[in-house]
């Protein structure tokens, strides 16, 4: 049964918003109710909660934190994100719309997204495009923007009539006339977000802030300019956010430094832990890896430091008795790693019940407790395997013994030792192709020193188990 929820609008009750069922009914929200009613008799109304709409989509913004320092709320119902220099940390721009989408349709939400380079297209797009989610190549605004109602430029719903009586059904019917007429008759606001959308003028994003984020914010008399002056307030706001942190019995796990220049643009950089902390020298030292990222124009007039996400964290005991080691804490490390290489290129490899070398372990974060489960000790692995396996042209005498010289990348190498054969049989419970597959393994070292670990496929006796072919699969 179709769903509405109604409003006042002045005197007259209207519809505010409308499920899929009454939309496929042409019951749009700023019908009046009355009308809604004369059409689908058995309509449910429920009364519109706009407090409540609005605190909800304050906590999605805030969820909506996770893609990018920069977000904020668009009433009534869409959210704002930068991700200015941080697209790639999700696979690129179609990738991370995939992944919003996504989450969000887990949730039971019905959304549509755009990207672009600037808020009034992404906002027209996601609004009034044709598809549900889309990307905007750069120079590409004009043509995407033309074909749309004037309503996608975010105008007063009488600005909208008036340039439907007169005749202008499209954007691109308004880039073709003088501008001179068009601002006598509909007043600034038409022009203004139409240059918005073109990025001929500038709009900035006010960023979102949860009222329980642990945060401080540090205005200067004078903007700075250098990287020393914005590390010495980063300093600043960390001797205040932390012992905030501390208070409260939290470490930071996610914290975004806001840089606002005095053109009004805010650059951000973010940092993310492995675990909790509060460590004012660690944080520190993490966003002033990142001030070259930031660009300050004709200065920065104020820094922000937000704390985005906190987890529980205790104290810990650094020694049992005077004298002791400390126990060995690697998260410094993992985070540094991370902040200069990228959180995705730092993790450690754990063990898989398989007997296949390339998947007898899986990546998993540096920190994560693995499972007990361990590699076998007799049986040497190296440090890297090589994906996919090279082939190689070797020199072996059937069935059994080791090679005494193969060639790889146009170089021969001749055996000097050889450990082996090791054994490892296809895995036929994943697919039929492996029923009969064997490998023999050999851990060999050449003239020079340099060890491998090359695999011939197949038994030396019977074809169905390969083709007898070698293989370069590590390097030890």
């Known amino acids: 049964m179709p769903l509405v929820t109604r409003a006042l609008d002045g005197g007259r009750q209207v519809v505010a918003s409308a499920d899929q069922a009454a939309l496929s009914l042409g019951l749009a929200p700023g019908l009046s109710l009355a009308e809604a009613r004369a059409r689908v008799p058995e309509l449910r109304v429920h009364e519109a909660d706009p407090e409540g709409d609005a605190a909800a989509l304050r906590h999605l913004a805030t969820w909506a934190s996770r893609y990018a320092p920069l977000v904020a709320p668009d009433p009534p119902d869409g959210l704002l994100l930068d991700m200015t220099g941080g697209t790639h940390l999700h696979g690129g721009e179609a990738a991370l719309l995939d992944d919003l989408l996504e989450r969000l349709g887990r949730s039971g939400l019905t959304v549509r997204a755009a990207m672009a380079s600037t808020i009034g297209v992404a906002h027209a797009l996601a609004r009034f495009g044709p598809a549900d989610r889309e990307v905007v190549a750069p120079g590409d605004e004009v043509s995407r923007l033309a074909d749309l109602s004037p309503s996608a430029l975010r105008i007063a719903p009488d600005i909208v009539r008036g340039l439907l009586v007169l005749g202008f059904e499209t954007v691109g019917q308004l880039m073709r006339v003088p501008r001179a007429p068009l601002a006598r008759r509909f007043g600034p606001e038409l022009l203004a977000r139409l240059d918005a959308a073109l990025g001929r003028r500038f709009e900035p994003l006010e960023p979102w802030f949860a009222p329980e984020a642990i945060q401080h914010r540090l205005a200067f008399v004078e903007p700075l300019l250098t990287a020393t002056a914005l590390g010495i307030a980063l300093d600043r706001l960390l ?28 650059q951000a950089v973010r940092i993310g832990t492995a675990r909790p902390s509060r460590d004012p020298g660690h944080l520190g030292r993490m966003l002033r890896d990142r001030l070259e990222r930031v660009e300050p124009g004709f200065g920065i007039e104020a820094v922000r430091l937000v704390v985005r996400v906190a987890e529980p964290l205790a104290w810990s005991q650094a020694a049992a008795v005077p004298g002791e080691a400390p126990v060995l804490d690697v998260s410094a490390l993992v985070d540094r790693l991370g902040n200069w290489l990228g959180s995705d290129r730092v993790f450690r490899a754990v063990p898989v019940e398989s007997r296949v070398p390339e998947r007898s372990f899986r990546r998993a974060p540096p920190l994560w407790s693995a499972p007990n489960l ?58 039929e192709a492996e029923m009969r597959a064997v490998r023999d393994y050999w851990a060999v070292e050449d003239e020079e020193g340099r060890r491998y670990w090359l695999f011939r496929r197949g038994d030396g006796e019977d074809p169905a188990t390969g083709d007898l072919g070698w293989f370069l699969h590590g390097l030890f």
């Open 239 to 266: 001797s205040i956010v932390c012992p905030a942190l501390e208070a409260a019995g939290m470490g930071a796990r996610t914290v975004d430094a806001l840089f606002e220049r005095v053109d009004a643009t805010v």
């Open 374 to 431: 361990s590699w076998p000790e007799a049986l040497p692995r190296p440090v890297r395997l090589i994906t996919p396996p090279q082939p190689v042209e070797a020199i072996a005498a059937l069935p059994d013994r080791p090679p005494a010289a193969f060639t790889w990348r146009r170089v021969r190498r001749r055996i000097r030792h050889a450990d082996g054969p090791e054994r490892v049989t296809g895995e036929w419970w994943r697919r």
